[in-house]
Every structure is written in C-alpha cells, then in structure tokens.
C-alpha cells in the first residue's frame, strides 16, 4: 500500500509539471468542447486528435487525451440538457431528465447536477482505479501467449454476448476488423498478404486510425447529419453565480444516486463491450427502480441526471483499467488510446506498469487532477458553452471533415489513406444503418496484430496442438468464459423461444 | 431501395468480399494450414477469418430469408431522399477535397471545400464564410507545419512554389 501511495505521489507530482499541466487543460477544455457538440463524444476527438499529440512525449500524451476523454463524459451533458441532443451516445440518458427539465426552466439546476455528480463518479473511479490497477498488473504478469489469447478472445465475445447488437452481424464486425489488420506483410514470414488488386499501398497495411477515423469521424458526421439535418432547437439557460451558490446546496438530493451511479459505472466499464453507454442507462435505471419517487423520473427528476452522469464518468475510467493492466481496451476510446500507445512505441499490458512506471503513474496522477480541472472548467464555462452550442452544423461538420483527412495523412504520410478512410468512413455508415455495430471492428483492427502473434506464438511453442489453451488454468478459464457468454444470448433466445411456444 | 432490399443486398456484399478474401489468400500460395517445423502459415489467419465472415453473412442471410432481424420486415426507404441530397453532396464534397488535393494542394482545396460548404450548402454570410475559409487553413498550416513539422501535400509545383514563398515568409518572421 506505500508503495502505491509513492508511486501515486510521484505521478501527481508529475502531473504537475508545467506540459503535463497545460495538457491536463488543453485536453480538458477540448474534451468539454468535443463532448457537448452533438454528434461528437470521446471517441471521436480522440481518434480526430491522435495524430496531433506528436508533438509531445508519450505520457504528457496520454494525459492530454485522457483528460479529453473525460472532458468529453463531462460535456456530453451539455447539449443533452440544453438542445436535448445527447452529445455522444454516452449522454443519451441524461437526456431523459435533463430535457424536461431545461423545458421547465431548471436548466442550471440540470447542467450543475451533471457536473458535480460528474465529478464524484470521476472521483470514487480513479480511486478504486488506483487500488485495482496494480495487483491485476501483477497477476497478468503471469500470462503467456496463450492467456493473452484467451484473454483477446473473451474480449471478442463480449462484444457478442454482452454487445446487445445483433450476433452475426457483430461476428462480422469483429473478423473483418481483424483481417483488416492482416493486410500488409505476415508478422512472422514476411509474405506478403491481402495485397487488394496488387495496389504496393497495401503492403504498409491499414493503419487503425484510417478505420477509427472514417468511422467516427467521417461516418459519424454524416450520420448525424442525415439525423439532425441542422434542425436544432436550444433552451435558454440563466447561469451565473449566484444560480451556482443556490445549485450547490442542493447536492444531497442526489449524492446517493451519484456514489451508487459511480460504483456501478466504474465495474461496467472495465468490461470490454459494455463501456459508458449501458453504464449509464442501468445507473438510471437502477435510481428509478430505489428511488421512492421513481414515477417523477422522466419529468424532470434531478436524480435521473445525476445518476447516469456519475455512471459514465466513473465508466471512462474503468474502461482504461484493462487496457493498462492487460492490454486490453475496454471501450471504442480506450481501444484508440491503446494503438496510440502502440505507435508511441510502448506495448500496453501487465508489463507498463514494471517497465514504464513514470508514464503509467503519471497517468493515474493527472486523473485526479483531470477531475478537479474538468469540474471547475465545466462550470465556468457552461455560458460559453452554451453560446458555442448555437453554432451551425454546417459551419462544425466542413471543420471536422477537414480535420480527418488532415489527421489521416499527417500520421501516415500518404494520401492513399485518406481514400481509404473515405471509403470506410461511407461503408461503415451504410452497414450502420443495417444494424452493424462498428464499435467492434475498431476493437479488432486494434488487437489484430496482438491476436495473431498470441495465436501463433502459442502453436508455434506447442508444435500445432491446439490443446495449449485449454491445458493452462487462467487461458481455460477465460475460454470458458468467452464460449459461455457467446452462447449466452443464443441460449436464451432458444429458451425463450420454447417458452413462447410451450405457452 | 427499401430496409429489407439494402439487408439483403449487404449480405450478399459482405459473403462475396468473404469468399474474395478466402480467394486473395489461396491465390497467392500462402499456406492455411500447418508448415512442418516452421509453424502456422502465413494465410492460415486470414483464411479462417474470412470463412468465418462467410458464414457469419450467411447466418444473416438466413436469418434475412426467416424475416428475424428488424431490417428484413422494414419496407421504408434504405436512405429518404433529402438525406440522398445532404449525404450525397457531402460525400462529392469530400470526394473534390481529396481530388483537388493532389492539383492545387491540401491548403487551397480546403479552402474551396470550406467555401463550398458553408457558402452554398450552408447559406452562411460572406463575413462568416471568409473567416473560418482563411482561419482553418491557417490554424492548420500553423499546427502541423510550424509546430509539428509535418508537411501537408501542396500540389503541382506552381502551387508548391506559392509556398515556398510563404515558408520563407514564416523562416523571416521566426528565425
């Protein structure tokens, strides 16, 4: 325990330093910004804002997108409040309180609610992250290939069994992600492989940021502007200090639902397919269902505010427990951030935390800092905000179109990609509009390569038996997990079906 | 085209990239099996995904045939026409973007995309207009190529050259 609490007060000393500073703000403020835009949320500014970190070393980095990961769980609350537009699908359930409330006039009351229990979740979070981080890094240390394997493998399939799409098609999305991180030279032969039409740029493979990018970046806007075609109505907010003093008072009326929210955001979050989103419908959920006036949520209930935003906050956070301690992501954003950390040449998993001390405490330490900083910007700058809210689609999607195809060749140095991400960027809306989720090809194109080396490293050491993962205890036990929640929704369905039919 | 038309359609998309896949893989002599005292092949991966794609698109076209998935009972338009208009004209407008970036360079194409856009699509004032189609290029030209000395494509050499002046402009000021 004292050695987490040096190792914690080196990070937040670290997180002092004036660049990680200034990236805690910078990635705050852009995060808020990014966040309370309709159609934007986290994933999406990170994979737009990737290739720019650059400029910086890894940690100050990581710090900068992170804190823009959890600017944007703040700002979603925003436009879900005052336009009743959810910023990002994170904030959809904000939505069902925050609006009726804006719409009755208790806008401020809706948009402090959402900061402060914002604030707790991120808070109650990053401590539990900091208690659990290290002993699961110490346990994954343990783990060979074949438990990485595994470990990739139950990450899949919770995609399937917990994803809550439809399965064939989420199969789908999964296996086309992972052959698109095939394409390019065998990692082991050096054959050449999936050279489409024999075009050399293939060669170089797919980058994941031409995928992530198209997806949220390009797909995303155009989806959100067959939905909103720019017809979009904000609510007059009165938001000044006094309303901030008065709003403050009021923080026991939802502190429960808040700490509640936040536990259950932060263990929902570190499983690989669930993430913010159902974190924060269940935490609404569950509020309704204990509350003693569940039948007042819907119509304005300060708790239905509070509750989800606390659970997505304190999600953020899970999320970025397994991709630290296990190399594995457990959100679309957190997936980004990995292969980011993979191109700043660090290998995510058990062994950060013994071989680069300083970037992952640095990281812990800024989130305690991130919080304070995400808190204190979010409610200065809620009238500002507010203002840059009314600015028209048409003037924000050309900007962002501009700032993928930037992005893109600025990090792969050729106009090849950003045709690519075009075409992705187009199919992946079309196949979204069938009910395909994407979330999971981006997950797989991240952890293709891992995946593979996994795989073969471990037939390779077995001379081709395939019996190696089930012959080791933790890669066993993760299979039968993976195979269990696959089968999960099949075997329910089929129950339920029998059930119908017996009745 | 209707929901239930596009399903379809996707499926068949999706199982014929799959067999492509399974085809690239064998066409080319990479090896999906076992190679003695070397390992997996190289196409033993991609192989037994694209197969798995395969039969994950048929397990949808089956299930598109049983009338199971949502979309397969939607009759409404796959994309309503004004969201052909707004989509289409944006996809085109990127389209030109990335077209014209290769002639005239990232920078000026930008800036006629942005015009494009916000003057004619989006009906915005001339002042409104103006200001983000010379402040983009420049926050950019100032982010990447001041600040992370990353080269944007600048087109044919007489738009390249127009350029370099500006780079020697930039040179005098900072140096």
């Known amino acids: 325990m004292d050695s987490i609490l040096s190792l914690l007060a080196a990070g937040l000393l670290q997180s002092f330093e004036p660049l990680n500073l200034a990236m805690i703000f910078l990635g705050c403020f852009a995060g808020l910004f990014i966040g309370a835009m309709p159609g934007l949320g986290s994933v999406n500014g990170v994979a737009i804002l990737l290739p720019v970190t650059f400029l910086v070393p890894p940690t100050a980095a990581i710090i900068f997108l992170a804190a823009l990961y959890y600017g944007a769980m703040y700002g979603g609350a925003v436009s879900s409040i005052t336009l009743g537009i959810p910023g990002a699908s994170t904030a959809v359930a904000t939505v069902f309180d925050g609006r009726p409330m804006a719409q009755s006039g208790r806008a401020d009351q809706a948009l402090m609610a959402a900061a402060i229990a914002s604030f707790i979740g991120g808070t109650i979070s990053v401590i539990l992250f900091t208690g659990f981080a290290p002993p699961l890094a110490a346990f994954a240390l343990k783990f060979g290939p074949q438990e990485e394997f595994a470990l990739m493998l139950l990450a899949f399939a919770t995609f399937i069994g917990l994803g809550g799409d439809d399965i064939p098609k989420t199969i789908f999305s999964i296996l086309i992600g992972l052959v698109m991180a095939a394409v390019g030279f065998d990692i082991i032969s050096g054959q050449p492989r999936l050279i489409f039409f024999d075009m050399v740029e293939f060669q170089r493979g797919i980058p994941f940021l031409v995928l992530a990018i198209g997806i949220y970046g390009i797909g995303e806007m155009i989806w959100t502007l067959e939905h909103t075609k720019g017809a979009i109505q904000m609510h007059k907010v009165d938001f000044g200090w006094k309303k901030i003093k008065e709003n403050l008072g009021r923080i026991k009326s939802y502190l429960p639902v808040s700490v509640m929210g936040s536990m259950l955001g932060f263990f929902v979050g570190t499983l690989p397919a669930a993430g913010a989103t159902p974190a924060s419908l269940m935490s609404y959920g569950l509020a309704k269902s204990f509350s003693k006036d569940g039948d007042s949520f819907g119509k304005g209930n300060v708790a239905g505010v509070a509750a989800p935003e606390a659970a997505n906050n304190a999600a953020s956070t899970g999320s970025m427990l397994p991709m630290l301690t296990l190399g594995i992501p457990g959100s679309p954003t957190t997936a980004i951030l990995l292969g980011g950390m993979i191109i700043w040449g660090l290998r995510p998993g058990p062994l950060l935390f013994a071989e680069s001390p300083d970037f992952v405490w640095g990281l812990i330490g800024s989130m305690y800092v991130a919080n304070f900083v995400t808190v204190l910007l979010n409610i200065a700058l809620i009238p500002v905000f507010i203002r840059v809210l009314a600015m028209p689609f048409s003037i924000l999607a050309p900007i962002i179109f501009i700032l993928c195809v930037v992005g893109v060749f600025a990090t792969t140095d050729r106009m090849f990609d950003t045709w690519l991400m075009l075409l992705l960027g187009c199919i992946g809306y079309l196949m979204r509009k069938l009910n395909y989720p994407v979330a999971p090809a981006v997950l797989a194109i991240v952890l293709g390569p891992l995946t593979e080396r996994a795989m073969r490293q471990s037939l390779i050491g077995s001379q081709g038996d395939p019996m190696t993962f089930l012959e080791r205890p933790i890669s066993l036990t993760c299979i039968l997990i993976a195979v269990a929640l696959v089968s999960y929704p099949l075997v329910s369905n089929m129950m339920r079906k029998r059930k119908a039919a017996s009745a | ?175």
Not at chain 2, 35 to 61: C, K, N
Not at chain 2, 85 to 101: E, Q, R, S, Y
């Open chain 2, 1 to 175: 085209m209707s929901v239930r038309m596009a399903e379809l359609m996707m499926g068949v998309c999706t199982l014929l990239i799959s067999l492509g896949l399974m085809w690239s893989v064998t066409s080319n002599d990479l090896t999906v099996g076992w190679i003695e005292g070397r390992g997996p092949g190289a196409g033993m991966w991609p192989f037994w995904l694209s197969v798995g794609m395969a039969l994950a698109s048929i397990w949808t076209l089956v299930r598109w045939m049983r009338g199971i998935t949502a979309e397969s009972r939607n009759n409404d338009p796959y994309i309503d026409p004004e969201t052909v208009f707004i989509v289409g004209i944006t996809v085109a407008a990127i389209f030109f973007l990335l077209v014209l970036t290769s002639v005239i360079g990232l920078y000026f194409s930008m800036m006629l995309f942005l015009l494009f856009y916000i003057k004619f699509i989006g009906k915005h004032k001339w002042p409104v207009t103006m200001t983000v189609v010379i402040a983009m290029p420049v926050a950019i030209y100032m982010l990447f190529e001041v600040a992370l000395n990353k080269y944007l494509p600048r087109g044919w050499p007489f738009f390249e050259n127009i350029f370099l002046h500006i780079d020697d402009f930039r040179y005098a000021i900072f140096s």
